[in-house]
Nanobody, 115 residues
Framework: QVQLVESGGGLVQAGGSLRLSCTAS????????MAWYRQVLGKQRELVAD???????KYADSVKGRFIISRDNFKNTMYLQMNGLKPEDTAVYYC?????????WGQGTQVSVSS
């Protein structure tokens, strides 16, 4: 079992920055790809960015050039540096991790961007 806990969400003005963290605990050995998703109430959860265990990254077009995903495998922590935030980035952000063919999710952290 893997437990994921997100932190770092909050309220920020448009143009501002936030840094999200996702810390894994439990059976963290051999965690593979990790990702950040976000969801607005009433809409489908969407992929924001993902990162493989060896550091390869992928981003949604809507966040390219503004968000940076990274991970520290020694600390079992993944990060999402969010710069140039826009009101449309407002959502609950979830952390996802894969290990041994099983998918795990965090509880989510709210990010709100005011115009």
């Amino acid at each position: 079992q893997v437990q994921l806990v997100e932190s770092g969400g909050g309220l920020v003005q448009a143009g501002g920055s936030l840094r999200l963290s996702c810390t894994a605990s439990g059976s963290t050995f051999s965690i593979g790809t990790m990702a950040w998703y976000r969801q607005v109430l009433g809409k489908q959860r969407e992929l924001v960015a993902d990162i493989t265990s060896d550091g390869r990254t992928k981003y949604a077009d809507s966040v390219k050039g503004r968000f940076i995903i990274s991970r520290d495998n020694f600390k079992n922590t993944m990060y999402l540096q969010m710069n140039g935030l826009k009101p449309e980035d407002t959502a609950v952000y979830y952390c996802e991790a894969w290990r041994s063919g099983m998918e795990y999710w965090g509880q989510g952290t709210q990010v709100s961007v005011s115009s």
